[in-house]
């Protein structure tokens, strides 16, 4: 079932990359400085840049996991009802 919501939750998925990411090179740069030593982004002079884009990388990862989560729950609630 977990497969199903993940498939049926991609137009959600778009939207929700539309609200964090302008467009794909701000996705890139957001997943640069997620795996850029926060020590290096310190001495390139890109600390906070770099702490917000992580922050909204996770942010956009938890919201796309919360909410199949959140929906799975309410399934399966639901097919215990009915059963």
């Known amino acids: 079932m977990i497969l199903f919501l ?3 939750n991609i137009p959600v ?3 929700l990359f539309r609200v964090f990411f302008v467009d794909n090179d701000d ?3 957001s997943i640069r400085h997620t795996f850029t030593p926060n020590i290096v982004s310190l001495f390139r002079g890109e600390y906070w ?3 917000m884009n992580t922050a909204r990388l996770q942010f956009f990862i938890i919201l796309c ?3 199949v989560v959140l929906e ?3 399934l399966n609630k639901v097919f ?4």
């Open 6 to 8: 993940l498939f049926l």
């Open 27 to 29: 996705y890139n740069e």
């Open 49 to 51: 840049k770099d702490r």
């Open 80 to 83: 215990e009802i009915l059963a």
């Open 72 to 74: 799975y729950l309410v």
């Open 13 to 15: 998925y778009k939207v």
């Open 65 to 67: 996991v919360g909410i």
